[in-house]
């Protein structure tokens, strides 16, 4: 198992700023992933980090507004950008190795934009 | 498309009791499946996974689920609930690795109170 350490833990930004996530995985991992979850509620997947290239967004997201950086096997940042109020969630790293492997978590990001 | 639905907002058990959260799927050919736990102000946590062979599968504090081909299920099981057991429960489907990245799409979860 990979063991992910997420800072920060939480935060309270003001709108407008940016925040800056990272995620750090004590062994190389093949992939790795950035999720929001609103408290309680289900997983939605932002993008995927990709080793030395650029990020896989999903549906909705867009690189100006969360770049991701992932310039090892073992790290990667997720910026958000120019906040909103609509951006307060919990924001989780992923990883995961290639094949039938599960997915590790850290312990999330809380973020509150005022 | 692959879903995965979760029925069950909430499950009720009283402590020592069986409990059971319910997962279906909907995926092309054969999934992967997992489930995981949260805690409150946590990260998720892996339990077990179906990939090939045995429908039942065992996982981490005494949680197993089977999967159910014909039923498209992939429920969660415990014999005895514990009051620790009380969290959120994830259930997940992933298509088998075809050689790309493959997304994992995750269910509603449901919210586990197990009650002394």
């Known amino acids: 198992s990979a063991v992910i350490s997420q800072k920060p833990s939480r935060d309270i930004c003001q709108r407008g700023t940016s925040l800056t996530i990272q995620c750090q995985v004590d062994s190389q991992v093949t992939m790795m992933f950035w999720y929001r979850q609103q408290p309680g509620q289900s997983l939605t997947l932002i993008a995927t980090a990709n080793q030395g290239s650029e990020a896989t967004y999903e549906s909705g997201f867009v690189i100006d507004k969360f770049p991701i950086s992932r310039p090892n096997l073992t790290f990667s940042t997720l910026t958000v950008s120019n906040m909103s109020p609509e951006d307060s969630s919990i924001y989780l790293c992923s990883a995961r190795q290639g094949g039938p492997t599960e997915a590790f978590f850290g312990q999330g990001t809380r973020l509150t934009v005022v | 498309a692959q879903s995965v639905a979760q029925p069950e907002d909430q499950v009720n058990v009283a402590e020592g009791n069986p409990l059971t959260v319910k997962c279906t799927y909907s995926?092309?050919?054969?999934?992967?499946l997992f489930w995981y736990v949260q805690y409150p102000n946590r990260g998720l946590q892996f339990l077990l996974k179906?990939?090939?062979?045995?429908?039942l599968v065992k996982g981490s504090y005494g949680f197993e689920a089977e999967f159910n081909k014909s039923q498209t299920s992939f429920h969660l099981k415990k014999p005895s609930a514990l009051v620790s057991d009380s969290a959120l429960y994830f259930c997940?489907?992933?298509?088998?690795?075809?050689?790309?990245?493959?997304?994992?799409?995750f269910g509603t979860g449901t919210k586990l109170q197990v009650i002394p």
């Open positions: 179906y990939i090939t062979g045995d429908n």
């Open positions: 995926v092309s050919g054969n999934p992967y």
């Open positions: 997940a489907v992933r298509p088998p690795n075809s050689g790309g990245y493959q997304k994992v799409t």
